[in-house]
């Protein structure tokens, strides 16, 4: 139903700041709460933040939290991932996701997307 196609990862300093943009194709994108994950080789999947299909939820991992912004444009079929002040520990696989009907605060918990992006790799120098 739907593919995604990440975007606006690249070498950073310390400090730094990204945006990440994730496209997604068909014209039902506002029927999906949208995500971001992210992950390291030998490290599980770790949940970045959700955003619902309004824009009115989100949610974020404590470690995210103060630093990183999720924002979605349905108009333009495109969810954000605004990242300022980062860490080396940043440094990771960054995976848009997708998920039909679903819940902002389940998602953060299960992780449970039914379509996922190629991934953007964000590299964060010291």
């Known amino acids: 139903q739907v593919q995604l196609v990440e975007s606006g990862g690249g070498l950073v300093q310390a400090g730094g700041s990204l945006r990440l943009s994730c496209a997604a194709s068909?014209?039902?994108?506002?029927?999906?709460?949208m995500g971001w994950l992210r992950q390291t080789p030998g490290k599980e999947r770790e949940f970045v933040s959700a955003i619902s299909w309004n824009g009115r939820s989100t949610s974020y991992a404590d470690s995210v939290k103060g630093r990183f912004t999720i924002s979605r444009d349905n108009a333009k079929n495109t969810v954000y991932l605004q990242i300022n002040s980062l860490k080396p520990e940043d440094t990771a696989v960054y995976y848009c996701?997708?998920?039909?009907?679903?819940?902002?605060?389940?998602?953060?918990?299960?992780?449970?997307?039914?379509?996922w992006g190629q991934g953007t790799q964000v590299t964060v120098s010291s």
């Open positions: 068909g014209r039902t994108f506002s029927f999906y709460t």
């Open positions: 996701a997708a998920k039909y009907l679903g819940g902002v605060a389940t998602i953060a918990t299960t992780k449970a997307f039914d379509y």
